[in-house]
């Protein structure tokens, strides 16, 4: 990206720990030494813990903005308050511009890119646990303002193999760039990540050395409890606050006090190394998701780009038929998508005795029924003696129909349903719900087209 419109590239690079920095291009495929990029009042910029960066102009005053992701929180700009070739950032940041009740941007890297073909940049955006969601621009290519996640990759849950193997499915820190990979005019998905390898480091433990283990164990935890983890945070604020004004001094002292903190701990670990069995590395895997033709996509796909039947501030529900015409004893398939606000979650389809499920009760033509109601798999979360189900950003309910035998072509084939929901977030639930209906023509010669299906 060119920082300064001098015509040459330059490269910004986030950091681990918050710290933007800036590669000045020299021209050539050289870059000048580091600099560590500061705010108006010469304060370094904090983008978040391994930040990626991005330069856009955010606001529609011709100038670049210095727009943040990062593995942990929302995703962030800066202003540009000084020119497009003298740069000044303010030292505050803003939230990314969002449809009200879409919440906020989350993500360990946010990749903007046209990606619906409509002629302005949205974002793709990759995150910690591995899913990759696509928050829609509905404002201007050069003032966004973004629409809540769909989801594009689920998250592929946690991912450990053994070393030498290859995994069937991409893990997390999932960092995405989008390029038509493959050339043929559709925008790919490009994914990094991080997956755990074990490797055996010894024949497994006697009974004797299985005791000595325990016991250094509860030492270290002892150890850890009573010298170590109280003065963790303390110590770590106080190196960051120093090393950012830039008193290298007191960087060495607080370092030294780190190192005699860890050196009970150390020792013991050391102890301990003999007894381990397993062994634990990182690797990383780069992933190819190819876009496929809007034709070849499925019915559970193709609900999250119609427009919504119904908006609140907590759940927007879309809804989708397979067909436009059917055949009589024909089936169907009609996808009830609920897109979940950051934050928020809803509930399972089954009953329990400390939450309201999420329900869809069909409204069909005498002798049409329902074959079958696919949910995907729920997030078991257990509070007190209650396992919940839960459902948390995009979660598509498939319903298979059955016309029957009985219908009469040329005919309408009118379905509805009442659909309702328990939506919570901490302390506060809120009940909402919709009626949503859709006419199949039912016909000899049926197409293959979807159907949206308009709520209220």
Not at 53 to 79: H, N, P, Q, Y
Not at 212 to 217: G, M, N, P, Q, V
Not at 293 to 302: A, C, D, R
Request: charged residues 25%; negative net charge.
């Amino acid at each position: 990206m060119d920082f300064d419109a001098d015509g040459i590239d330059d490269v910004i690079a986030g950091s681990i720990y918050e710290d933007i920095y800036l590669f000045r291009g020299l021209g050539d495929g050289k870059f000048a030494k580091r600099q560590l990029l500061k705010d108006k009042n010469g304060k370094p910029l904090e983008g978040g813990y391994c930040c990626t960066t991005e330069l856009l102009d955010m606001d529609a005053d011709t100038d670049l903005d210095l727009v943040c992701a990062s593995r942990i929180g929302a995703a962030k700009w800066f202003k540009n308050v000084g020119s497009r070739s003298a740069p000044e950032f303010e030292s505050k940041s803003r939230p990314l511009p969002m449809e009200k009740g879409a919440g906020s941007v989350s993500g360990s890297n946010a990749a903007y890119t046209d990606w619906d073909g409509d002629g302005k940049r949205d974002l793709v955006v990759g995150s910690e646990r591995g899913q990759i969601v696509w928050h829609r621009n509905t404002g201007q290519d050069n003032k966004p303002l973004f629409s809540a996640a769909q989801q594009l990759l689920k998250d592929p849950g946690f991912i450990r193999i053994k070393e030498g193997e290859v995994p069937v499915v991409h893990g997390g820190r999932a960092k995405v760039n989008i390029v038509d990979y493959d050339n043929d005019g559709l925008l790919d998905i490009l994914l990094g990540d991080v997956t755990s390898c074990t490797y055996d480091t010894r024949p497994p433990l006697t009974d004797e050395e299985i005791k000595e283990k325990e016991a250094l164990e509860k030492e270290v935890e002892e150890t850890g409890n009573k010298t170590y983890y109280a003065e963790l945070n303390r110590l770590n604020k106080l190196y960051w606050a120093a090393k950012k004004a830039e008193d290298f001094e007191q960087v060495k002292k607080i370092k030294a006090i780190q190192a005699e903190q860890r050196r009970p701990l150390d020792e013991l670990y050391k102890k301990l190394r003999p007894f381990r069995t397993t062994g634990y590395k990182s690797h990383g895997w780069v992933w190819f998701y190819r876009q496929v033709p809007k034709g070849e996509l499925t019915v559970s796909q193709k609900v999250l780009s119609v427009e919504p039947a119904i908006k609140s501030g907590e759940v927007t529900l879309r809804t989708l038929a397979s067909h436009t015409s059917v055949a009589p004893g024909q089936e169907l398939q009609v996808a009830v998508c609920f897109q979940i606000s950051n934050g928020w979650h809803i509930y399972g389809p089954e009953k329990g005795d400390f939450y309201l499920p999420t329900q869809i009760d069909w409204k069909l033509p005498t002798g049409t029924s329902i074959k079958e109601v696919h949910w995907p798999e729920p997030l078991l979360v257990t509070t007190g003696d209650s396992i919940q189900p839960t459902y948390q950003g995009t979660v598509t309910a498939l319903v298979t129909i059955v016309v029957s035998k009985e219908a009469k072509p040329g005919s309408q084939l009118k379905l509805a349903a009442d659909v309702r929901w328990q939506v919570c977030r901490e302390l506060l639930c809120k009940l909402g719900g919709a009626t949503i209906e859709t006419s199949v023509a039912v016909d000899a010669a049926a197409t293959g087209k979807s159907a949206r299906a308009d709520g209220n």
